[in-house]
């Protein structure tokens, strides 16, 4: 589970098997727990997937965190990450 606080900050609760709670770790938590955000950087959206999450940040980038096998945080590894990741944008 995913929300942004009215205090600016991102918090995340539940499973954390593959890091998806953002908090640089893999234990699960029941209550809210802050996501650790990039410096500098607020989150203005997010979206969780399925063991992933995918933010908005105030800088303009996209951030991703959590289960990555398949590619899913566009950081081009297959590592899963336990903080934000910038998405890396397509080549032009």
Known sequence: VLALGSDGNTYA??????????DDST?????????SVPSGVKFTSISAG???????????NTYA??????GELGNDSTMQS?????VQLPSK
């Open 65 to 70: 965190w959590g289960h990555n096998d398949s």
């Open 27 to 35: 234990t699960s938590s029941s209550v809210p727990v802050k996501v």
């Open 13 to 22: 609760w539940g499973n954390n098997d593959c890091g998806e709670l953002g």
């Open 82 to 86: 336990n903080v934000p990741v910038k």
């Open 50 to 60: 399925d063991g992933f999450v995918l933010a908005l940040g105030s800088d303009g």
